[in-house]
């Protein structure tokens, strides 16, 4: 188990802790209560960028609905905290069934998030697989 000592940072990790968990084993429409409406998205898989919540969750879903996912975790988090804004990065360890195959990847993943009346909010995600 991951454990960070400042409360901010769990706060933080927490957060994404529970939106990860939204998409890969609860329901993707849960991610409204965590990506921010003016959220931002750079995703491996989509050339142009996500703009908005809505479009984010929509990706998050879609990916959800046609993969059946077997395992995720994160792994050697890093988390640097500025006032009410915060970065996250982690790699990652996914394995998921798609189009009749297994598929056992890992990659990285960056948050940017702020925190917003109370609670923190993720506006910007960059993730990709390894480069080979």
């Known amino acids: 188990m991951i454990r960070f000592d400042d409360p901010v940072q769990q706060e933080v990790w927490a957060t994404v802790r529970a ?3 939204a998409w890969t084993q609860g329901n993707p429409d849960d991610l409204v209560h965590y ?7 750079i995703t491996a898989t989509d050339r142009l ?13 879609g990916f959800a609905e046609v993969a059946r996912i077997h395992r995720w975790q994160e792994i050697d988090p890093i988390i640097h905290v500025y006032g009410d804004a915060a970065v996250v990065a982690y790699y990652y360890d996914i394995a998921f069934d798609m189009n ?4 056992n990847l890992g990659g ?3 948050f940017f998030l ?19």
């Open 108 to 110: 990285r993943d960056m």
């Open 100 to 103: 009749g195959q297994t598929m």
């Open 49 to 61: 960028r996500r703009e908005g919540g809505a479009d984010c969750i929509a990706g998050w879903k």
């Open 19 to 21: 939106l990860n968990d």
């Open 114 to 132: 702020v925190k917003e009346d109370g609670r923190w909010w993720v506006v910007a995600d960059q993730f990709s697989s390894f480069p080979d």
């Open 35 to 41: 990506f921010h409406r003016d959220m931002v998205a």
